[in-house]
């Protein structure tokens, strides 16, 4: 068993000239430029100036008026123009919601937030391209070719395709489902000048601890005529520890044995971090089931198979530094071995007694 701790041109209108000709305006959504429809001999022949598409319509009656072809189509050879018109997009606002509506100045790692950002734009939302949220450290700079960093750098992105985003190590991707909850993540409705997209993440345990808004949030838009606007807001990650130990540590020793090694050595600690941190350690004195007992200082504890290591030292009753600046990692180890020296005379037994491993802060990982 183990013991387990954590802590987006507008197009011109065409005029109808002469009674033989009725031109009608038709846009074409690729290049955005108008297109001319003539009748001839009764016959409606549409021309799409630039491309090489052309639709023939069935024999119609010469007693035609004008007709302004603009919206949604119910033809799939006709895709709706959105136009996009004034000044680009803008982010208002951006709040990091940890459930309760109020505003997070510093979250935990591996936990949900909304990250709701509020955009605004006068041509209606429909022409926002993309959304991102940066994540990233102060010092950590971002450019279009960033990619994921899980202590320094994550991203999220909405799309007007409708598809959401997680940053990789290759880009953009798919989310993996576990640090992008697109499920419960939302775009507003696109038809509003303004709104609210809001992604249901966490950040990655790795994820830099600091303090004195030592992270940027980022929102970063830009609409369908390439148009890019942004704002950034600070936070601060909350120091994260996890730590597993074994349960038990066992001998078989006499009296009078010194620097006998524990069962089953290595005795192996697994931890998680986000910031440096150090290992301290204290044992209780072992005693017998008769109450006889010897000093927790007979334990001896080290990183290797040897007794007189560089950092192997004796216990005591009181926690003492043994492993010092261990980095940032989700899936550190240390590699303990444990020797007992029995004094001699000392009676039989069965000895117990209780250790304790502890892991703190001590500085900020670079």
């Known amino acids: 068993m183990r013991a387990v701790a954590k802590s987006f041109a507008p197009c011109g209108v065409a005029q109808m000239v002469t009674p033989l000709f009725h031109r009608l305006p038709f846009f074409n959504m690729c290049e955005a430029r108008v297109c001319e429809v003539w009748i001839v001999h009764n016959m409606l022949r549409v021309v799409v100036v630039c491309s090489v598409i052309v639709l023939l319509f069935p024999r119609m009656s010469p007693q035609l008026q004008p007709v302004l072809v603009s919206g949604h189509s119910s033809s799939p050879l ?97 989310p993996d489902g576990v640090h992008l909850d697109t499920p419960n993540s939302s775009a507003p409705r696109l038809s509003s000048t303004s709104g609210t997209f809001t992604f249901r993440a966490k950040m990655m345990p790795v994820s830099h601890c600091t303090s004195g808004g030592g992270w940027r949030v980022e929102a ?66 072992p005693t017998s089931q008769y109450g006889d007992s010897f000093a927790a200082s007979n334990l001896r504890i080290s990183g290797t198979n040897n007794t007189k290591g560089p950092d192997a030292q004796n216990l005591s009753g009181s926690l003492a530094n043994w492993k010092t600046t261990l980095g940032v990692s989700d899936e550190g180890r240390v590699d303990a071995y444990w020797f007992v020296s029995v004094p001699s005379g000392q009676p039989t037994g069965t000895y117990t007694f209780t250790y304790t491993m502890n892991m703190v802060f001590q500085d900020f990982a670079t």
């Open 78 to 174: 006709v895709t709706p123009l959105n136009l996009v018109t004034g000044p680009p997009a803008t982010v208002t606002s951006i709040q990091i919601d940890p459930g309760d509506g109020s505003n997070a100045s510093a979250v935990n790692v591996d936990t949900y937030y909304l990250f709701k950002v509020v955009v605004v734009d006068q041509s209606a939302l429909s022409s926002v391209q993309r959304l991102e949220l940066r994540l990233h450290l102060k010092d950590s700079v971002w450019t279009n070719a960033s990619t994921l960093d899980p202590e320094r750098r994550q991203g999220f992105a909405w799309f007007y395709t409708g598809a959401w985003n997680q940053l990789s190590s290759s880009g953009w991707t798919t």
């Open 220 to 285: 970063w838009v830009e609409d369908k005529l390439n148009r890019q606007a942004s704002k950034v807001n600070s936070f601060d990650v909350n120091l994260y520890i996890s730590l597993q130990i074994p349960n038990t540590v066992s001998w078989s020793a006499s009296a009078g044995m010194s620097n006998v090694k524990a069962n089953d050595m290595p005795f192996s600690v697994q931890y998680s971090s986000n910031a440096v941190v150090k290992m301290q350690i204290s044992a209780t004195n």
